[in-house]
C-alpha cells in the first residue's frame, strides 16, 4: 500500500506541501523588488540633481567667459582707435602735457573716471577736430566726444559737444596716459596708451591683462 501525500514521511514528520513554500518564496521576491525599486528611485534622483547642479555651473561659466571675452575684444578695438586718433594729436588738453612729461603716468581716478581731450585733424571740410575719450567710472563704459573746434585757448573746460558721446568698449576699468622720455625714442614724442579690461561689479568681479600702445605723434 503506498502512502498518501498526507501520511509522515520517514521519522514521523509531514513533508512541506510545495504551494506553501512557493507563496513564501513570492512574498520574500516582492519585498526586495520594491525595496530596490526605492533605492533606483533615490539614485536616480541624485543623479538628475547633479546633473542639474552641473548645467547651470556650466551655464554660469559659459555667461563669464563670454562676457569677460567680449569685454576684452571692444577694449582691443577701443585702443587701436584710440592710439590711431591720438597719433593725429596736435595739441593735448587734457591732462595737461606738463604732468606727462614729468615721468609719471597720468591715470583714472579711483573711481575708474577719466577724460582725455586734444585736438587733430579733421577729414574735409573741418579744418580741426577737437576729439575726447571719456571712461566713465560708475557706468565702466569707455566713450568717445567730439567737441566744437572753437572755444578759448586754455579752457578746453568751456568746448561743447557736437554730437551724443558714441560708446566704444563697455566693462574697462582704468585708463593711464604717459609721455615716453624723447632722448630714449631718438628725439622723438610718443604718447603711451593703457586700457585695463574687466568683468563688471560684484563677487565676480576681476580685472583682465592690460592693453599698452605707444604712438609718435607732433610737438605737443
Known amino acids: 500500500m503506498s502512502p498518501s501525500s498526507d501520511s509522515p514521511a520517514q521519522g514521523g514528520r509531514l513533508l512541506p506541501e510545495p504551494v506553501h513554500a512557493s507563496g513564501r518564496r513570492a512574498s520574500r521576491s516582492s519585498g526586495n523588488t520594491l525595496f530596490e525599486v526605492l533605492v533606483a528611485l533615490g539614485l536616480m534622483g541624485l543623479v538628475l540633481a547633479a546633473v542639474g547642479e552641473l548645467s547651470v555651473a556650466a551655464r554660469h561659466f559659459f555667461a563669464q567667459s563670454t562676457d569677460q571675452g567680449t569685454c576684452f575684444r571692444e577694449a582691443a578695438m577701443a585702443c587701436f582707435r584710440m592710439g590711431r586718433e591720438l597719433r593725429m594729436c596736435r595739441e593735448l588738453y587734457h591732462p595737461d602735457p606738463a604732468v606727462l612729461d614729468g615721468g609719471q603716468p597720468w591715470t583714472a581716478s579711483p573711481e575708474g573716471s577719466a577724460v582725455v581731450v586734444f585736438r587733430r585733424p579733421g577729414p574735409p571740410p573741418r579744418a580741426d577736430q577737437v576729439v575726447g575719450f571719456r571712461l566713465d567710472g560708475s557706468r565702466r563704459v569707455l566713450e568717445r566726444l567730439l567737441y566744437h573746434p572753437d572755444f578759448p585757448v586754455g579752457q578746453s ?11 566704444l568698449a563697455g566693462g574697462v576699468v582704468g585708463m593711464a596716459l604717459w609721455s615716453p622720455d624723447p632722448s630714449r625714442r631718438h628725439g622723438s614724442r610718443f604718447l603711451g596708451l593703457e586700457l585695463v579690461p574687466g568683468r563688471t561689479s560684484g563677487a565676480g568681479a576681476r580685472t583682465g591683462l592690460p592693453l599698452r600702445l605707444e604712438v609718435r605723434v607732433g610737438d605737443l
Open 157 to 167: 573746460s568751456q568746448a561743447r559737444l557736437m554730437e551724443p558721446p558714441r560708446r
